[in-house]
């Protein structure tokens, strides 16, 4: 998103320049604290809050909401009070809302140890800021309330909670699943069917594709049998009959792009490899008819699905064609993949123990207890299953591990919240090939 690419700092923001190109269709929540109303009634006066408040309410008029929290919070219950009194005056309406980090409220001092791994702290370490504070929430109000709680909580603005379904009737049903997205493959003039820019037709691509196709099978085979204009027929009926010839040009044309740029290309891995459509376009370098390659095994005219090209790309030359992708389809079009690194048993005990100050080789010590086994699955499991599942040595060491977790010391706490962190989300990389191409921006 914007906020993410051109507004982080610390956190995702934008300015109102943003709001107001893509206010269409949106409802605004004033927000938490750090809201720009709570904000400001908090850390300037009432005066610049109002003014704050005039001018959302002016851009979105019945779709903008004052939130109010509780939280058991000082400042907060001080805030609302003038977000009340605002709202009544300016005729805005109150929803309800609560900041959620985690589900239930047991597991506060779970999550503010998750803050502290993140963020490479100790537990013990107060929580403010400044030199020598931490990051870290006020209390342990923000778990995931029921819809009991949260009416007994704003039992006096009732209007509070009522809002919440009317913003949720607000919202349009929408679903994920859709048909494969590609972007759109600039075709040569004399190519192009008229008809396809009425109904949304492939013809185009199609015949681009073909002529692409027996223009390669003549370098690659020089005279074409039957056998091989039998099997290329084929191949291109199946790619045409499930509506992929614009991902046989997308993948063609960066590969020859790649090989320009002289970039190592691997010769072919995977089912595509049974493909002599692919072997005639360059994309893979072994020829399916000579070795008796199946083309069903990659794309199935009986079976439809994505078909799926394994692409190997020297390290050094990755980037020039990645390069090469953005300029010819845009940035906003062309996106890496995100990977996210969990909390694995152990590396979930030596996290926490690092966090709650407990020794090195204590930690070790637990660590070296867990089999290839989850926590949960330690701790959950019936003893019978348990034992069945491991091996005699792995079982007693368990055994070892759950009885030191029943104790009242350093060592137990550490087992019992390694366990609610288990799974954890503990950092966000780049997937090291995945590229996503769309055909419209994706932000």
Same mark, same amino acid.
């Given at each position: ?5 051109? @507004? #982080? ?25 750090? @809201?720009?109303?709570?904000?400001? +009634? ?53 929803? *309800? ?5 985690? %589900? ?10 998750? +803050? ?7 537990? /013990? ?29 704003? /039992?006096?603005?009732?209007? /509070? ?23 759109? #493959?600039? %075709? ?11 109904? @949304? ?46 991902? #046989? ?22 089912? *595509? ?37 394994? %692409? ?28 996210? @690194? ?35 699955? %330690? #701790? ?31 060592? *137990? ?11 954890? +989300? ?5 997937? *090291? ?11």
């Amino acid at each position: 998103s914007i906020a993410y690419t051109k @507004g #982080f700092y610390y956190v995702p923001r934008i300015d109102r320049n943003v709001i107001e190109q893509y206010k269409d269709d949106i409802i605004v929540l004033s927000g938490n604290l750090s @809201g720009e109303i709570s904000n400001k +009634l908090l850390n300037m006066g009432e005066n610049q809050a109002e003014e704050a408040l005039v001018w959302w309410k002016e851009k979105f008029s019945e779709d903008f909401y004052l939130e109010v929290m509780r939280h058991n919070q000082e400042d907060e219950d001080r805030v609302n009070a003038s977000l009340v009194a605002l709202a009544r005056k300016h005729e805005v309406k109150l929803i *309800a809302t609560n900041n959620t980090y985690y %589900i239930n409220k047991k597991d506060a001092n779970a999550h503010d140890i998750l +803050l502290c791994v993140k963020d490479g702290e100790k537990q /013990a370490t107060p929580i403010g800021r400044g030199r020598g504070y931490r990051y870290g929430l006020p209390n342990q109000e923000y778990y995931f309330k029921s819809g009991e709680e949260m009416k007994a909580l704003f /039992a006096d603005l009732p209007e /509070a909670i009522l809002n919440i379904q009317e913003v949720v009737d607000k919202i349009e049903t929408y679903k994920l699943a859709r048909e494969v997205l590609l972007p759109k #493959f600039d %075709i040569p003039e004399e190519f192009l069917v008229a008809e396809d820019e009425t109904d @949304g037709g492939k013809r185009g691509e199609n015949k681009f594709l073909r002529h692409l196709t027996y223009e390669g099978a003549k370098k690659r085979y020089g005279v074409l049998t039957p056998e091989v204009t039998e099997r290329l027929d084929f191949e291109l009926a199946t790619i045409e009959k499930t509506g992929y010839p614009g991902y #046989f040009l997308i993948v063609q044309d960066f590969i020859a792009e790649a090989r320009r740029r002289d970039v190592s290309v691997g010769p072919g891995r995977g089912s *595509a490899a049974g493909s002599v459509v692919a072997y005639c376009l360059w994309i893979t370098n072994i020829d399916p008819i000579k070795y008796d390659l199946l083309f069903e095994r990659f794309l199935n005219p009986d079976r439809v699905s994505m078909p799926d090209i394994d %692409i190997d790309f020297d390290d050094e030359g990755r980037g020039r064609v990645m390069e090469y992708v953005i300029n010819k389809y845009g940035s906003s079009q062309v996106a890496q993949i995100i990977t996210y @690194g969990t909390m694995a048993a152990k590396s979930s005990i030596r996290d926490t123990a690092r966090v709650l100050d407990l020794p090195l080789f204590e930690a070790d010590k637990i660590a070296k207890l867990i089999p290839n086994m989850k926590l949960a699955k %330690i #701790f959950n499991l019936d003893e019978k299953a348990l034992k069945d599942a491991l091996r005699p040595d792995e079982y007693e060491r368990v055994q070892e591990l759950k009885a030191m977790g029943l104790l009242k010391d350093l060592s *137990a706490e550490t087992i019992q919240q390694a366990q609610v962190l288990e799974g954890s +989300l503990r950092n966000t990389g780049i997937h *090291a090939c995945g590229v996503i191409i769309t055909p419209s921006d994706i932000t």
